[in-house]
């Protein structure tokens, strides 16, 4: 049961460059979250998907696209990455928005140089 | 406005005692509460979920609220070394469904 599958799990880009970050979940959840975690800053939400077909903007969506491609992925995209986007960066999911816990992936490790 | 802080420093605990976390929230609304923890370079597992007032047990943890003083603590009992992580206290904002974190405790056990 592999839970939440997110890729690459480290990358290196240069500033100006695009990428997209996959994420996959393999629980029949209805929602899932795209984050980023950076030192002293805690977990910051950057979008977030209700359910399938409707995307959000969370605490800190500039500078990224998200794409709920079916139920079970969701995509964070950098269209031109600057280096204030280096940063780890998780996707979760949960059985619905409310009250209950989330499921994280392993994360991406993202270097902007 | 940060809505969830928690202010303590790296907690520092011998094997076997107490280890206690603590966490304060703005949103009165705020009906469901987690800890989670993190071990360095990896991603958050959920460990302790907490919706009313009171404690909550589970195995060597324990997870306590107060929505009148709004505030959620945890406990660790019996602190072993592989508890030595961050925890992170987070809760679901009132009307928009979503987790909030706060930044994390740190939490050493020295054997």
């Known amino acids: 049961n592999a839970g939440v599958t997110q890729t690459p799990k480290f990358q290196v880009l240069k500033t100006g460059q695009s990428m997209t970050l996959q994420c996959a979940q393999d629980m029949n959840h209805n929602s899932m979250y795209w984050y980023r975690q950076d030192p002293g800053m805690g977990l910051r939400l950057i979008y977030y998907s209700a359910s399938e077909g409707t995307t959000d903007k969370g605490e800190v969506p500039n500078g990224y696209n998200v794409s709920r491609l079916n139920k079970r992925e969701f995509s964070l995209r950098l269209e031109s990455a600057a280096p204030s986007q280096t940063s780890v960066y998780f996707c979760?999911?949960?059985?619905?928005?409310?009250?209950?816990?989330?499921?994280f992936g392993s994360g991406t490790r993202l270097t902007v140089v | 406005q940060k809505e969830v802080e928690q202010n303590s420093g790296p907690l520092s605990v011998p094997e076997g005692a107490i280890a206690s976390l603590n966490c304060t929230y703005s949103?009165?609304?705020?009906?469901?509460f987690f800890w989670y923890r993190q071990y360095s370079g990896k991603s958050p597992e959920l460990i302790m979920s907490?919706?009313?007032?009171g404690d909550k047990e589970d195995g060597r943890f324990t997870a306590q609220l107060n929505k009148a003083s709004q505030y959620v603590s945890l406990l660790i009992r019996d602190s072993q070394p592989s508890d030595s992580a961050t925890y992170l206290c987070?809760?679901?904002?009132?009307?928009?469904?979503?987790?909030?974190f706060g930044k994390g405790n740190q939490v050493v056990v020295i054997p």
């Open positions: 979760a999911s949960s059985e619905a928005t409310g009250p209950y816990g989330y499921t």
């Open positions: 949103d009165r609304g705020s009906q469901s």
């Open positions: 987070a809760l679901v904002y009132y009307g928009n469904n979503r987790l909030a």
């Open positions: 907490i919706y009313s007032n």
